[in-house]
């Protein structure tokens, strides 16, 4: 059974940091990219960040580039999520996605894989 599982959310004031984990089991994903997406309140998902397969290219959306930092180790089946100066608006339940396709992936349109998501909430 395929499964990505997040991990590393929580309650955080602004101006701090996080790591947040993904675990990929059930397949090999060397091949896929990996990516991150958040969902806030009342809000549609939204794509934050990529890394390609081979882990040399990342892709960042605006609003995160420069505090957000994607990575992967293809050993251990793992991505991470490094997010520096929470802000509030930064607020969201955070899912970890996979597809072989990294134009799919940064649309996160019929992506084939998707975690469960971990929360994260900063306070002011």
């Known amino acids: 059974q395929v499964q990505l599982v997040e991990s590393g959310g929580g309650l955080v004031q602004a101006g701090d940091s996080l790591r947040l984990s993904c675990a990929a089991s059930?397949?090999?994903?060397?091949?896929?990219?990996m990516g991150w997406f958040r969902q806030a309140p009342g809000k549609e998902r939204e794509f934050v960040a990529a890394?390609?397969?081979?882990?040399?290219?990342?892709w960042y959306a605006d609003s995160v580039k420069g505090r957000f930092r994607i990575s992967r180790d293809k050993a251990k089946n793992m991505v991470y999520l490094q997010i520096n100066s929470l802000r509030p608006e930064d607020t969201a339940v955070y899912y970890c996605?996979?597809?072989?396709?990294?134009?799919?992936?940064?649309?996160?349109?019929?992506?084939?894989?998707w975690g469960q998501g971990t929360q994260v909430t900063v306070s002011s």
């Open positions: 890394i390609s397969g081979s882990g040399i290219s990342t």
């Open positions: 996605a996979a597809d072989q396709s990294i134009s799919r992936l940064r649309i996160g349109i019929k992506v084939d894989y």
């Open positions: 059930g397949r090999t994903f060397s091949n896929y990219a």
